[in-house]
Antibody
Framework: QVTLRESGPAVVKPTQTVTLTCSFSGFSLSTSGMCVSWIRQPPGKALEWLVRIDWDDDKYYSTSLKTRLTISKDTSKNQVVLTMTDMDPVDTATYYC?????????????WGQGTLVTVSS | QSALTQPRSVSGSPGQSVTISCTGTSSDVGGYNYVSWYQQHPGKAPKLMIYDVSKRPSGVPDRFSGSKSGNTASLTISGLQAEDEADYYCCSYAGSNTGVFGGGTKLTVL
C-alpha cells in the first residue's frame, strides 16, 4: 500500500535553513505520471500548497515562496527532500508530503502524517 | 494565488444534509474541472474525499458528493453522521502546474 512519512527538525531558529525529508513506499517516482507535493498548515490555519516534483524531475513552485524553496528527489531511496531557507516564525507549520496525480487531473491522494516545524529563537 | 473562499463553519443535525461552498475565479475553479475536497479530523492528515469535482475515491461513502457551477464548487454531505464532524478543504488546479486551497470549513454535527 502507499505510505508517506515526513521527517526533519522539530525546532529551527529564525534565518536558518530547514531540510525536510519525505520517505515513501508503494510507488516509485521513476514511474511515469508519479509526483510528490509538499503542503503546509500553520497551527489552526488552512492548507497551503508549496511545491511539486514529478517523475521526470520537473519542479513547480508556489509563486510566493519560490525564492526560498528547493525540492529534489532520490529515486533509489524513495525520498523527496524539501529545503526552505531564511526561516521565520510565520513559517511555523505542519509540513505534509503527498502523492499527487496530475494526468488530466489534479489531486493529492495519499498524505504523510505531517511533521511540525516550529521557528523560534 | 489567492486562497479559495469557503464558509468558516457549517452545521447540521444527524441525518440532515449540509453543503459547503468553495468560490474561486475563472483562473482556478471556473477554468478547470479539477476541484478536490479533503476531510481533516483534529491532529490528523487530510483525507481525499472528492476529486475531479464529483468523483469519489474507493472507500468514500456515497453520502459525499461534489458539484460545480461557474466559479463555485460545492461539497454536499447527506445523512450526516457524528464521524463527519471535521474540517473540510477544497483545492483547485490554478494553471501553470500549481494548486490553491480554500480557507477551510469547520463542520459541526449538532
Amino acid at each position: 500500500q502507499v505510505t508517506l512519512r515526513e521527517s526533519g527538525p522539530a525546532v529551527v531558529k529564525p534565518t536558518q535553513t530547514v531540510t525536510l525529508t519525505c520517505s515513501f513506499s508503494g510507488f516509485s517516482l521513476s514511474t511515469s505520471g508519479m509526483c510528490v507535493s509538499w503542503i503546509r498548515q500553520p497551527p489552526g490555519k488552512a492548507l497551503e500548497w508549496l511545491v511539486r516534483i514529478d517523475w521526470d524531475d520537473d519542479k513547480y513552485y508556489s509563486t510566493s515562496l519560490k525564492t526560498r524553496l528547493t525540492i529534489s528527489k532520490d529515486t533509489s531511496k524513495n525520498q523527496v527532500v524539501l529545503t526552505m531557507t531564511d526561516m521565520d516564525p510565520v513559517d511555523t507549520a505542519t509540513y505534509y508530503c503527498a502523492r499527487t496525480s496530475v494526468r488530466a487531473t489534479y489531486y493529492f491522494d495519499f498524505w504523510g502524517q505531517g511533521t511540525l516545524v516550529t521557528v523560534s529563537s | 494565488q489567492s486562497a479559495l473562499t469557503q464558509p468558516r463553519s457549517v452545521s447540521g443535525s444527524p441525518g440532515q444534509s449540509v453543503t459547503i461552498s468553495c468560490t474561486g475565479t475563472s483562473s482556478d475553479v471556473g477554468g478547470y474541472n479539477y476541484v478536490s475536497w479533503y476531510q481533516q479530523h483534529p491532529g490528523k492528515a487530510p483525507k481525499l474525499m472528492i476529486y475531479d469535482v464529483s468523483k469519489r475515491p474507493s472507500g468514500v461513502p456515497d453520502r459525499f458528493s461534489g458539484s460545480k457551477s461557474g466559479n463555485t464548487a460545492s461539497l454536499t454531505i447527506s445523512g450526516l453522521q457524528a464521524e463527519d464532524e471535521a474540517d473540510y478543504y477544497c483545492c483547485s488546479y490554478a494553471g501553470s502546474n500549481t494548486g490553491v486551497f480554500g480557507g477551510g470549513t469547520k463542520l459541526t454535527v449538532l
